[in-house]
Nanobody
Framework: QVQLVESGGGLVQAGGSLRLSCAASGLTFRAYSMGWFRQAPGKEREFVAAISWDIESTYYGDSVKGRFTISRDNAKNTMYLQMNSLKPDDTAVYYC???????????????????WGQGTQVTVSS
């Protein structure tokens, strides 16, 4: 059974930082590209960031470029999202996702998102 479990969310003041983690099990983690989406109340789901299977390629949504950094540790089957300079607009539930295609080719997902996590709440106060 495949599981993606996010952690690290919470309440933080504007300008602060958080680090999200996504622990994967039940799949060959290194074969998948991985990414983060977020969804705020009343808004559509928004792409945040993605990373290729071999860590050589990353891709970010425009709203987080320069503030967020995605990474992964294939030995630990875990992906991370370091979020700095947080803004109230970053408030959302953050979801990790696994794409069957391990590459990033100009956008993401490249293939199909096969698995989703349950989400972790991030709240940024002004």
């Amino acid at each position: 059974q495949v599981q993606l479990v996010e952690s690290g969310g919470g309440l933080v003041q504007a300008g602060g930082s958080l680090r999200l983690s996504c622990a994967a099990s039940g799949l060959t983690f290194r074969a998948y590209s991985m990414g983060w989406f977020r969804q705020a109340p009343g808004k559509e789901r928004e792409f945040v960031a993605a990373i290729s299977w071999d860590i050589e390629s990353t891709y970010y949504g425009d709203s987080v470029k320069g503030r967020f950094t995605i990474s992964r540790d294939n030995a630990k089957n875990t992906m991370y999202l370091q979020m700095n300079s947080l803004k109230p607009d970053d408030t959302a539930v953050y979801y990790c996702a696994a794409d069957t295609d391990g590459r990033i080719l100009g956008s993401w997902p490249t293939g199909t998102v096969a698995y989703w996590g349950q989400g972790t709440q991030v709240t940024v106060s002004s």
